[in-house]
């Protein structure tokens, strides 16, 4: 099996920074694209960002310029540096891969609460 573990989530006030990370682990291969998405209280869950094994990125408008994705191929780890956070980057953020003969796998997902 494959896990998916977040880390990094909490409270930040509107326009600081927070940076969220995810370890896979168990029997993986390789990994193919790894991404970040979010689902906010009352929404449906949204992609945030993506990055490919080869490090091609893809964000949601609402987050470039603001959030990076970044992933460490030996590691098997995805982070997600988010600058500048705003009241409704509020929700619980979930890392996903791409794993290559096992398909995508979840991790449990991590608060992440932008507040004044």
């Known amino acids: 099996q494959v896990q998916l573990v977040e880390s990094g989530g909490g409270l930040v006030q509107p326009g600081g920074s927070l940076r969220l990370s995810c370890a896979a682990s168990g029997r993986i291969f390789s990994i193919n694209a790894m991404g970040w998405y979010r689902q906010a209280p009352g929404k449906q869950r949204e992609l945030v960002a993506t990055?490919?094994?080869?490090?091609?990125?893809n964000y949601a408008d609402s987050v470039k310029g603001r959030f990076t994705i970044s992933r460490d191929n030996a590691k098997n780890t995805v982070d997600l540096q988010m600058n500048s956070l705003k009241p409704e980057d509020t929700a619980v953020y979930y890392c996903?891969?791409?794993?290559?003969?096992?398909?995508?796998?979840w991790g449990q997902g991590i608060q992440v609460t932008v507040s004044s």
């Open positions: 996903t891969a791409d794993i290559r003969f096992r398909g995508y796998s």
């Open positions: 990055i490919t094994s080869g490090d091609k990125t």
